[in-house]
């Protein structure tokens, strides 16, 4: 029988560091980035796969993937596809940042088999994008949008609230801009300050000036209000997209999918064991070039916590978890174990129940993390 599973792909390095962000990603050099390329090609080659495994998608992160040349993204690529099988319809993701490829690189990008593409696009407003300090400006964003419409079919855009001196009309704004650009998915995140970035240190001492709490919330109801309008349904917490052009490699995380992760600092799950990769670059290659082994166990996956992720994930999700699907997979009745949470959580208005469907509502999708923690098992 054909087990399908995802795959992942690191590309821990950027043009430049910008200001709010705390992911395993650094500015390179070119020696570091063959390095680097060398080793994720030793580690693809020898990881342990079996012939039944196929893959349904491939997603290539960072980083900024696109930072590398053709040459070493193909490299990358032709050695997954010569350890894994590939299934013909698979999502193919590859992160670009505007202001990193032109026509030219898109073509190559769509020659070597990628058929979806992620921008990191963040706001339209150049004064934000300063402050972001992200390469690229809102002329160059839009360039790069609409270059890539005539080559890709699957476009996805980044976009971010909540920022540094950002208004309502500035979200309204970004918002109707991805829209007229006519994306097929949108991802919305909002600004989290996160340690060991310039932006921490800026709060510190209370110079990053971010919107008050309550203009955060009405920006995100703005977002999730008005874009399900504007064609953009809404299938997770943070993800809107077109009909059909839902993210399948996020939904498969959501949804409890096996994955292998390559790269430093990435992260692995063959539905019982959770590994991660060690996170250092320079690390990462010098063990994979001394024959060594890159990842160790992060988590063994118990019943109880199996049960739990299935339900918080599957609440990101606006389709919600289904009571069968929990049923076939643990062989125990949902409302025996989370029977008191749920209604609990009815009665607050949170979740609501149709059928086998338990979902979040409007407000529990803005709280989510509130209903999330009451699925620790420990706490049944
Ligand atoms: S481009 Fe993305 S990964 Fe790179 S520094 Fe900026 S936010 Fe971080």
Redesign the pocket.
């Known amino acids: 029988m054909k087990i399908m599973v995802q795959t992942y792909i690191h590309i821990p390095f ?1 043009a430049a ?2 200001n709010y ?1 705390a ?1 395993n ?1 650094k500015v390179s050099t070119a020696d570091e980035r063959e390095n680097y390329i060398d080793a994720i090609v030793t580690e693809i080659k020898k990881s342990l796969t079996t012939d039944n495994l196929s893959l349904i998608t491939i997603y290539f992160g ?3 993937p696109t930072i590398l040349t053709l040459n070493q993204i193909e490299k990358i690529f032709n050695a997954i596809i010569k350890k894994f099988h590939v299934e013909t319809n698979s999502e193919i993701t590859i992160e670009a ?1 505007p202001g990193t490829v032109d026509e030219n690189y898109l073509n190559g990008l769509k020659k070597i088999g990628f058929n979806r593409l992620s921008l ?1 696009m963040q706001s339209f407003n150049d004064e934000l994008l300063k402050i972001l300090g992200r390469i690229h400006n809102s002329t160059t964003a839009i360039e790069t949008v609409k270059t890539a419409r005539k080559i890709f079919d699957n476009i996805s855009v980044d976009l971010m609230y909540g920022l540094p001196h950002q208004t309502l009309d500035e979200v309204k704004f970004d918002v109707k801009r991805a829209a007229d650009l006519n994306v097929n998915h949108i991802s919305i995140y909002g600004l989290e300050v996160e340690p060991n970035t310039k932006f921490f240190q800026l709060n510190e001492v209370g110079k990053l000036n971010l919107p008050d709490e309550d203009i955060c919330g009405d920006m995100y109801d703005y977002i999730t209000e008005n874009l399900p309008k504007l064609g953009y349904n809404r299938y997770e917490v943070s993800n809107f997209a077109k009909i059909g052009y839902e993210s399948r490699h996020n939904t498969g995380y959501w949804t409890g999918a096996k994955y292998f992760g390559f790269g430093a600092g990435a992260h692995s799950y063959n539905g019982k064991i959770r590994t991660s990769n060690i996170a250092d670059i320079a690390e990462y290659i010098k063990k994979i070039r001394a024959g060594y082994d890159v990842s160790q166990v992060e988590e063994i996956v118990t019943t109880n916590a199996a049960m739990e992720e299935f339900c918080f994930l599957g609440l990101r999700m606006t389709a919600g978890i289904d009571a069968k699907i929990f049923h076939s997979r643990f062989g125990k009745n949902i409302f025996d174990i989370y029977g008191k949470i749920i209604e609990k959580n009815l009665r607050l208005g949170l979740l609501e129940v149709d059928g086998d469907k338990i979902f979040l509502t409007k407000h529990g999708m803005k709280i989510g993390n509130v209903v999330f923690a009451d699925f620790l098992l420990s706490d049944v």
């Open positions: 950027c560091k910008c962000c992911f990603s960072g980083g900024t940042n990191g």
